[in-house]
């Protein structure tokens, strides 16, 4: 049997077949594709997670020492506010005491002591000194003591010695 026309060689896919398996690869190529592009993007996310997590430790190391900082730089303050504040008053103290002394009395020494205060001066009289420095002193402190020491020239050299009870 002859035919009239020449055989042709039949393709192992059909035009339709081979089309669908040029899809079903592209497909396949881009599901692979993404999936690495997942891969890779998961890994780069987690070593970025790993830095942050180490920075985030760093900084709160960095906040407790900011944290101390502060609390030092506080009681600094606190210490100089208090250092200001007793300065103040210890100044005005003295300057209330000096103008105790009344005129004909001369001080030559002053010495200030937490509850106590020491004075060294001259005085033409006990007299003068009872009448005018002995009361203000006894109305401020507590034990007033006085030692005079007659000079040559008539005059008398005095060491009162002042304290204060401490409050329990």
């Known amino acids: 049997m002859y035919s009239f026309i020449k055989p042709k060689i039949k393709p192992f896919f059909?035009?339709?077949t081979r089309l669908w398996l040029i899809f079903i690869s592209a497909v396949t190529a881009l599901i692979i594709g993404f999936s690495l592009f997942l891969l890779i993007e998961s890994y780069i996310n987690q070593k970025n997670s790993q830095k942050l997590k180490s920075q985030i430790i760093e900084n709160s190391k960095t906040i407790k020492e900011f944290e101390k900082k502060i609390e030092f730089i506080n009681k600094e303050k606190t210490l100089y506010t208090n250092i200001t504040v007793n300065n103040q008053?210890?100044?005005?103290g003295v300057k209330n005491l000096l103008n105790l002394i009344p005129d004909p009395i001369t001080l030559t020494n002053i010495k200030i002591e937490k509850n106590s205060l020491i004075i060294y001066g001259i005085t033409p009289t006990k007299d003068v000194y009872?009448?005018?420095l002995l009361p203000p002193l006894k109305s401020i402190f507590t034990q007033t003591s006085t030692n005079f020491y007659q000079m040559d020239n008539g005059w008398y050299r005095f060491e009162s010695i002042?304290?204060?009870k401490e409050e329990q």
Do not use: A, F, Q, V
């Open 14 to 16: 059909s035009e339709d």
């Open 89 to 92: 008053l210890l100044k005005d």
């Open 130 to 132: 009872n009448i005018l």
């Open 162 to 164: 002042n304290t204060l």
